[in-house]
């Protein structure tokens, strides 16, 4: 808009050019803000939709670098719980190699309560390790350390929890089942393991079913004969299924009379003998030396039997078949006698009228896990239906029996911390895998943030120059602007 006659009151010119300057050096501002902070967007009146979509960003990136951080640290902390389990773990493998030499016969008296101090101190230390391993102070291995949430993520629900059980020593070893003491008796302390003796077969035909970590399978008994080493492979024939595995073990002790002693040993049943020898010796007294000649002519067939021999502290003869094979003794004859008892299940071998010439000894069927299980029906073969942990701390390795019972609770221990690191080191994967999706996520977020609020800084530097030179006219403009008003000056008289 132009004025049609000459005035010096209004001048709308400088007023234009004043308004555009004004614009301008408000432009000029700007950009020089934006040059200086490198940022296209300062405050919400900026760009308002900009600056809200930014600042959306901005939560979630800091969010996510947190969420880094945390998984960094819940890193760090799984790492010291299974680098510890791992200690626990290399100390158990020392503790079962100590049981595996203890086992052996060549050992002295000495030798056995040497290697029993050792087992002692280095139980001990699983237990100390398990009760001082710290992160920032929180007990990792007492079992306190359930259920813990690592934060990985930017927003809520985005944990990963993680859980360490109790790996003190009381807490790590077999569980394992016991006798119920309705089909068995007891096999005295030098031959800890119960046994059932009957005329034909003390256990009852029928299912077992096993429950156990990884679920159930079925076991047959055949036969109220059948061996315990018989029941034991079935059980470990479906231990993929269940998670349980068996083992069998027959043992008895036997009360002699001393006399001239005759009968045909095998295995199988007193009805269906198998692998049969006829044994023959004189017994000349309840002592080791009496017995001799009844345990050496036991032993000396072994090959063929499988059965062993020995004499106890009480000078009770020791049948033992390490297998779980049926122990069966047919045609006894003679003016001796053997007498396996225990637990009220007394049965005596003799030519007398109230002896019996054949009978059938069975082992027990020992079920074992790493964790606790069921087995319903146990009671067919006189074994509690429940699972009882056999800790280290029971471990005695001064005896033959207590050293191979250590290897097996020794073996399930060592399993127990390796399904620990293994569900651990699970952990961590996934802690991992979540802190490089969040590494990348927070990267991808600050360049979504850069392409809404970072300026463009040529585009700004072009602008700045393009704002200057219109600046600069402006400034020429309004000097301009004035000069007309003064031109009309010289037209007054």
Known sequence: MSTAFGSINTNVGSLYALNSLGNTNQNINS?????????????????????????????????????????NQGITMLETATGAIGQQTNILQNMRTIAVQSANGTNTTADLNSMQSTIAQLTAQVSTIAQQTQFNGINLLDGSFAGAQFQVGANQGQVITASVGNMSSTNLGMYQTSASGTVYGSGGSTVPYDFAVSSGGAFTSGNLTVFGSQGSGTVTVTSTGESAASIAASTNQVASETGVNAQAYTSVNMAVTGGTISFRLGNGTASGQTNAVTINANVTGSSASGLSSLVQAINNNNATTGISASVNTNNQLVLTDVAGNNISITQFSGTGSLAASGGGNNFVFSSGSTGNTSGTIQGIVNFQAPGAFTVS?????????????????????????????????????????NNQNTQLGAVQQRVASALSNQQTTSVNDQAAQSVIQDANIPQVSTQLTQAQILQQAGVGALMSSTQTQQAYLKLIP
């Open 377 to 417: 029906g146990a009671n067919n073969i006189g074994l509690a239906s429940g699972s009882a942990l056999t800790s280290l701390n029971s471990v005695n390795v001064t005896t033959q029996y207590g050293a191979n019972q250590a290897i097996s609770i020794m073996s399930y221990a060592i399993q127990q911390l």
């Open 31 to 71: 950009l020089q803000q934006q040059l200086a902070t490198g940022l296209s967007i300062n405050s919400p009146a900026s760009n308002p939709a900009g600056y809200t979509i930014a600042q959306g960003f901005t939560t979630q990136i800091n969010g996510s670098n947190q969420g880094i951080s945390n998984a």
